[in-house]
């Protein structure tokens, strides 16, 4: 997407102007260093956005975005942005009605020009509403986000998803699991059928507080944090229609840059188990398998395709 000298070098210009599926943008400040401790540019974030697209933008296509706002480096201020200021005419918005009731005018991303375009405007992370097109009312998902309490960890998070993917299966539920691209795990079940919110909210609710029960030791269904250190947190609260989460295949404002990544039960699996697919050892070193920056998810997509796939295709009834 940069342009880029015959050696493979950038050219020595910050800001360019390129024609995207017949979109004029000018892309600036390409130079800036967003991730500064690692030497990752604007410029390199844009790259990854414009390679990794194909897989990411049917995830967001049709649902209005929160873009967490990093243009002076995820080191400086950052902010979670709602309303679509200084947009093209052409990039599509939606209306939703926020919190305390305010109407939100939020920037849609339907294409690669529309990506690019957000990621030029500093969104390091790109946050999806569960709900898509028309039907802002039917989210498309119900969504748990696995958030461990020091001193349990990702590890712990890995565990945790298993139990849930068990209990998800004795409903006759696939479910897909992702890293948050931070600390913890997201397990997606896709339902593609009419839903409401209040059917997924209280769906997760009742799921959580059965493995909180269950797994009292190690699982908490509720976010007091007093009693969240050594546990894993099942959030269910993101099932809402105020809420967002971070898109698969997006930015995390991490340093080194993480990305919130598609992974198979088999590596969950083999992360609890201290092991990978090609063999590895107990502990951090297979757990740190499971933790993905831009240029190694950029080779999982080409070998493995997108394995969020399903999460878009895959249609599903919740038990009454």
Same mark, same amino acid.
């Given at each position: 997407?940069?342009?880029?000298?015959?050696?493979?070098?950038?050219?020595?210009?910050?800001?360019?102007?390129?024609?995207?599926?017949?979109?004029?943008?000018?892309?600036?400040?390409?130079?800036?260093?967003?991730?500064?401790?690692?030497?990752?540019?604007?410029?390199?974030?844009?790259?990854?956005?414009?390679?990794?697209?194909? +897989? @990411?933008?049917?995830?967001?296509?049709?649902?209005? !975005?929160? &873009? *967490?706002? #990093? /243009?002076?480096?995820?080191?400086?201020? $950052?902010?979670?942005?709602?309303?679509?200021?200084?947009?093209?005419?052409?990039?599509?918005?939606?209306?939703?009605?926020?919190?305390?009731?305010?109407?939100?005018?939020?920037?849609?991303?339907?294409?690669?020009?529309?990506?690019?375009?957000?990621?030029?405007?500093?969104?390091?992370?790109?946050?999806?509403?569960?709900?898509?097109?028309?039907?802002?009312?039917?989210?498309?998902?119900?969504?748990?986000?696995?958030?461990?309490?020091?001193?349990?960890?990702?590890?712990?998070?890995?565990?945790? +998803? @298993?139990?849930?993917?068990?209990?998800?299966?004795? !409903?006759? &539920? *696939?479910? #897909? /699991?992702?890293?948050?691209?931070?600390? $913890?795990?997201?397990?997606?079940?896709?339902?593609?059928?009419?839903?409401?919110?209040?059917?997924?909210?209280?769906?997760?609710?009742?799921?959580?507080?059965?493995?909180?029960?269950?797994?009292?030791?190690?699982?908490?269904?509720?976010?007091?944090?007093s009693l969240r250190p050594g546990k894993v947190l099942i959030d269910w609260l993101q099932n809402d229609p105020t809420r967002s989460t971070v898109a698969p295949y997006s930015l995390r404002a991490t340093s080194p840059p993480s990305v919130s990544t598609p992974v198979t039960w088999d590596e969950i699996e083999g992360a609890v188990g201290g092991r990978d697919p090609s063999g590895g050892s107990r502990g951090a070193a297979s757990v740190e398998r499971l933790r993905f920056g831009p240029a190694e998810v950029l080779d999982r997509v080409e070998r493995l395709g997108d394995l969020f796939r399903?999460?878009?295709?895959?249609?599903?009834?919740?038990?009454?």
């Amino acid at each position: 997407m940069i342009p880029r000298s015959a050696d493979g070098s950038e050219r020595e210009r910050v800001e360019v102007e390129v024609e995207i599926e017949g979109r004029r943008l000018r892309l600036s400040n390409l130079d800036k260093l967003l991730w500064p401790r690692v030497g990752f540019t604007k410029g390199a974030m844009i790259d990854y956005y414009a390679a990794v697209g194909p +897989a @990411l933008v049917p995830h967001i296509a049709g649902r209005p !975005l929160t &873009l *967490a706002r #990093f /243009p002076d480096g995820v080191e400086g201020r $950052g902010w979670y942005q709602s309303n679509c200021r200084g947009r093209p005419e052409w990039l599509q918005t939606r209306t939703i009605i926020g919190k305390a009731g305010q109407r939100l005018e939020l920037c849609v991303v339907n294409d690669l020009p529309s990506l690019m375009w957000v990621a030029n405007f500093g969104a390091v992370e790109i946050h999806p509403f569960l709900a898509s097109g028309e039907r802002q009312d039917e989210p498309a998902v119900v969504v748990f986000d696995l958030d461990p309490g020091p001193p349990a960890g990702f590890l712990e998070c890995c565990s945790v +998803a @298993l139990s849930l993917r068990g209990v998800l299966d004795g !409903l006759g &539920l *696939a479910s #897909f /699991p992702k890293t948050s691209g931070s600390l $913890g795990l997201h397990v997606y079940v896709p339902l593609n059928t009419p839903h409401s919110f209040t059917d997924t909210k209280e769906f997760a609710r009742a799921v959580a507080a059965q493995l909180a029960t269950r797994h009292a030791e190690r699982v908490v269904d509720v976010q007091r944090r007093s009693l969240r250190p050594g546990k894993v947190l099942i959030d269910w609260l993101q099932n809402d229609p105020t809420r967002s989460t971070v898109a698969p295949y997006s930015l995390r404002a991490t340093s080194p840059p993480s990305v919130s990544t598609p992974v198979t039960w088999d590596e969950i699996e083999g992360a609890v188990g201290g092991r990978d697919p090609s063999g590895g050892s107990r502990g951090a070193a297979s757990v740190e398998r499971l933790r993905f920056g831009p240029a190694e998810v950029l080779d999982r997509v080409e070998r493995l395709g997108d394995l969020f796939r399903p999460v878009l295709e895959l249609r599903q009834v919740l038990p009454p």
